[in-house]
């Protein structure tokens, strides 16, 4: 690795490279991605620069005292196996300091990751299909109003290992994307956010109390868009959520490891129908 090689901090306009990095890569990524990512945690995005290029890139996006999640790990194809990523996860798990870190990793990379501190605990299924619309949508699912917020932060904790409400709040409120919840005597049984993608569109969080509660809120998604492209990344610990993707005729297309640094966080993991996104958790 050349010594001239050092780590720094990205602002907004590197983010914004990372993601059209990982479009490269085939991630598919959502439009609004690069701004909805950094308000999760301004400071938390790095990259590695070797003679003022930028030649990996990765994040480590700090929630609260005790959980940061790391993602959107990238390499330059011309740079890879020299180093320059190792450094920078380094760098990474140094800013994270002593709080649990989770991480979505590439199942081919898993031993890899064992070797820093990370233990795989289940998979994360990516699954691609064509949107239908349904013949009823439910009249429980309704748009996320301002006034849901303080019912959604609660429910989305239950779901998620801290709150993370920058994020959140940027991200139900991202342009070209809808987001919904589930509403019985007036309290929140689920909620769901659709986002335009440069493939399609990607659904996640999907988080609910039942399958049924799940299917009524992924159906209504899907109403405006039918024929179109439509993403869902389901936890396979969820039988039921796994089942909502195949009876759909979805096709799994690949997977991740999800890895904690300090054990699996206690969660209401049969809540957790589709995850928010593979870089941010």
């Known amino acids: 690795m050349a010594g001239g090689y050092h780590i720094e901090t990205m602002d ?14 085939g991630w598919n990524p959502g439009l609004n991605d690069a701004e909805t990512f ?3 945690d301004p400071t938390g995005f790095f990259k590695g620069v070797l003679d003022g290029d930028i030649v ?6 700090i929630y609260d005292d005790s959980f940061a999640f790391c993602g959107l790990y990238i390499v330059a194809p011309d740079r890879r196996g020299q180093g320059y990523g190792l450094a920078l996860t380094k760098a990474r798990l140094a800013y994270a300091g002593d709080r649990n870190v989770g991480i979505d990793g590439v199942l081919e990379n898993v031993r890899l990751y064992e070797r820093i ?15 239908v619309a349904p013949v009823v949508v439910s009249n429980h699912v309704v748009p996320i109003q301002a006034s849901d917020w303080d019912q959604i932060r609660a429910y989305d904790r239950q779901c998620f290992p801290a709150h993370r409400d920058a994020f959140l709040k940027a991200w139900l409120g991202q342009g070209d994307a809808r987001a919904v919840c589930y509403v019985e005597d ?18 996640g969080p999907l988080f609910a109390d039942n399958r049924d509660i ?3 809120l992924f159906d209504a998604l899907q109403a405006d868009i039918a024929g179109e492209a439509i993403i869902l990344d389901t936890p396979e610990n969820n039988a039921d959520a796994v ?39």
């Open 12 to 25: 907004a306009a590197d983010v914004a490279t990372a993601i059209a990095w990982a479009a490269r890569e």
């Open 38 to 40: 950094f308000a999760a």
């Open 56 to 61: 990996a890139t990765g994040s480590a996006v």
């Open 117 to 131: 501190g990370y233990v795989p605990y289940y998979e994360n299924c990516r699954f691609e299909g064509r949107a």
């Open 186 to 203: 007036g309290l929140v049984r689920g909620y769901a956010v659709r986002r335009r993608c440069q493939m399609g569109h990607k659904v």
């Open 214 to 216: 799940a299917e009524a």
């Open 243 to 281: 089942a909502i993707a195949t009876t759909r005729g979805m096709t799994k297309v690949f997977a991740t490891a999800r890895m904690y640094q300090k054990g699996l966080p206690p969660l209401a993991y049969d809540k957790i129908f589709g995850i928010t996104s593979f870089e941010l958790g």
